[in-house]
């Protein structure tokens, strides 16, 4: 089955800073890779995600790359503000409907 | 649509006692996701249901978790007895088989004591 690792477990930034998760996958059918939010006590919700045919997807202030040989891809939130603070999960689908996450990454945002 | 809805929101609980957990999924949706989440576990897939029938429990951790949905529009998760160890936030999810986002509940918080 599929393997998700993601790192790093957590991150700390200053307010107006970039943000960095990355994530490895390991069954090369993944072809969905989706990154959820969850805020404190709230549930996981969907921010972005990307498909295998392209490498690279932004909204507004966040993106996600993707590469497919290295079988890894990555969270960018730039300007970072307070509200971004949460836990972000990454996740990639095996090539089914069912998507394998990773551990999460509570970000940190600081004033 | 309301959202995928789940009861009770929380709920507390003494040792042995049997613990019943609701989801009704977004209408339409024929995935239905159960997971557990914990800080020493992160989120866990229980079971999935597609078509209201069960295609994988292997993340079920024992004989003590049940789950069914015997309509398209409802599911329940039981623990029999129940343990402190099964503390948690449980989560319900669903999805379509045409979209691959998964929607989730707002989760129960369960404590056994």
């Known amino acids: 089955g599929e393997n998700v690792e993601q790192h790093p477990s957590t991150l700390s930034v200053q307010e107006g800073d970039s943000a960095v998760i990355k994530c490895t996958y390991s069954d090369s059918a993944s072809n969905y890779f989706p990154w959820y939010k969850q805020e404190l006590g709230k549930r996981p919700q969907l921010i972005i995600d990307i498909r295998s045919n392209v490498g690279e997807k932004k909204d507004q202030r966040i993106a996600v790359t993707l590469n497919k040989t290295a079988k890894h891809f990555s969270l960018h939130i730039t300007e970072t503000q307070p509200e971004d603070s949460a836990v972000y999960f990454c996740?990639?689908?095996?090539?089914?409907?069912?998507?394998?996450f990773g551990r999460g990454t509570s970000l940190i945002v600081h004033p | 649509d309301a959202g995928v809805i789940q009861s009770p929101r929380h709920e507390v609980t003494e040792m042995g006692q049997e613990v019943t957990l609701r989801c009704k999924p977004i209408?339409?949706?024929?995935?239905l996701f159960w997971y557990r989440q914990t800080m020493m576990r992160g989120l866990e897939l229980l079971i999935y249901?597609?078509?209201?029938?069960?295609?994988?429990d292997s993340g079920m951790p024992e004989d003590r978790f049940s789950a069914k949905m015997p309509n398209a529009s409802f599911s329940t998760l039981k623990i029999q007895p129940s343990e402190p160890r099964d503390s948690a936030v449980y989560f319900c999810?669903?999805?379509?088989?045409?979209?691959?986002?998964?929607?989730f509940g707002p989760g129960t918080r369960l404590l056994v004591l």
């Open positions: 249901f597609n078509n209201n029938v069960p295609i994988d």
């Open positions: 999810a669903s999805s379509s088989g045409t979209e691959e986002t998964q929607y």
């Open positions: 209408s339409g949706h024929d995935y």
């Open positions: 996740a990639a689908n095996g090539g089914s409907y069912i998507p394998t």
